[in-house]
């Protein structure tokens, strides 16, 4: 088992984990504790302050699971070596970025390998369980690459939609928009103390927005502003709350110990949990792109037999004099391929990199850490679709 991430949602998983008998556990995270964080990440306590959350949680919990092993590694998940990933069976995720959930669910896709019909191996597929909370919100997903919805068939990660500019300065309607006034367009106008950049963790600086919040929601007969709601709209704040956590935790560890044991089928494919009016949650199956047994997008895998001293240049010519040809049986001439990795940018044909790509093209794959059976994928706008996805499997003689 791998965990990513050891907050709020973390914790809960680990002890969930544990106490369900899965016995060989990783976690990793790069976040340290702070004080806030002890009203609900309970494993950690108060001389746990400024120590990593992944360490912390590790000991924790092997002190009081005996028998439990929790190996914890420190750092982002995009800086672990991709082939470490490989280790593990299942991977539950619960994490509050966006961007480092899509990453892990490209990187598990990545993995997958599809015979010349364009089925799935099974034995190349990594199950990922996905958890996340906002407040009083939550949701549970199961995903399992190839064969289920991915995070790119939805449901999509909603964006901040922000507020209109003109709807802070003309025509307020809640607290929120007096206190974005405040901070947007008062702090630059009035420019407080000499000028210097708003610093969120100064109390003088947060004392000043309230006043001039307050002042301005009483100007419009707006109730609400307060101190502690100042603060939470200048910092982003959205209250993490422990029972949400142990509600979208359990639901993650109950999954991962059907798909461990068969003891029951899998979810189908997403929970979502409100508990801010009452007790509301409903399970449905996200719709993939494509038809079951083939990938969820339009895809053409190009397989070439290499050397470790073949350059990306001539990987590249090859990729040029290859039929591209997708399981839907669209065909594809691609004159001058984009190039890259996962992980790195390996030639693009855009300007501004260009030339500063141009010296890879004489690098051999050896040289650009390229190994047996990695994959290059590959972009060429005018040729191929945008929503057309072309891959190379590599393999090294």
Not at 13 to 37: H, M, P, Q, R
Not at 70 to 92: N, S
Not at 270 to 299: C, I
Not at 341 to 346: E, K, S, W
Request: glycine share 8%; proline share 4%; aromatic share 8%.
């Amino acid at each position: 088992m791998l965990v990513i991430g050891a907050g709020g949602l973390g914790c809960e998983v680990l002890k969930g984990l544990a106490l369900s008998g899965f016995k060989d556990i990783d976690v990793v995270y790069n976040d340290t504790i702070e004080l806030s964080n002890l009203n609900r990440q309970f494993l950690f306590r108060k001389s746990d302050v400024g120590s990593s959350k992944a360490e912390c949680a590790a000991k924790f919990v092997m002190k009081r699971c005996p028998g439990v092993t929790i190996k914890p590694t420190i750092g982002l998940i995009q800086d672990q070596p991709l082939e470490w990933y490989k280790e593990f069976q299942i991977i539950i995720c619960g994490l509050d970025n966006v961007e480092a959930r899509r990453w892990i669910n490209d990187l598990l896709l990545n993995f997958v390998k599809y015979d010349d019909s364009g089925d799935v191996d099974l034995e190349s597929v990594i199950p990922l369980i996905d958890g996340g909370t906002e407040g009083f919100k939550g949701h549970c997903r199961v995903i399992v690459p190839g064969v289920t919805a991915d995070m790119a068939c939805g449901p999509e990660f909603a964006e901040d939609a922000g507020v209109p500019l003109c709807t802070i300065k003309n025509t307020p309607r809640i607290p929120e928009h007096c206190i974005l006034y405040a901070s947007v367009v008062m702090w630059e106008k009035e420019k407080p103390f000499d000028g210097v950049a708003m610093d969120t963790d100064n109390i003088e600086h947060m004392q000043w927005l309230y006043q001039q919040a307050d002042a301005r929601a009483k100007a419009f007969n707006i109730q609400g502003v307060t101190q502690m709601l100042t603060l939470g709209v200048v910092k982003n704040i959205i209250p993490a709350i422990t029972s949400i956590n142990a509600i979208v935790a359990s639901s993650s560890v109950n999954e991962a110990l059907k798909l461990a044991t068969n003891c029951f089928k899998r979810m189908d494919s997403f929970m979502m949990y409100n508990g801010k009016d009452g007790v509301y949650t409903y399970t449905y199956p996200v719709e993939r792109l494509q038809s079951k047994g083939h990938p969820a997008f339009p895809l053409a895998i190009v397989k070439l037999s290499v050397t470790g001293s073949t350059t990306l240049e001539e990987v590249r010519t090859q990729i040029v004099a290859s039929e591209v040809k997708t399981f839907s049986g669209d065909i594809y001439k691609l004159q001058n391929p984009n190039l890259k990795t996962l992980g790195a940018r390996l030639y693009s044909t855009a300007a501004a990199f260009e030339d500063m790509d141009r010296a890879n093209l004489s690098q051999t794959l050896e040289q650009l850490g390229i190994n047996d059976g990695d994959r290059i994928f590959v972009s060429e706008p005018d040729v191929v679709p945008k929503d057309v996805h072309v891959w190379v499997d590599l393999t090294l003689g």
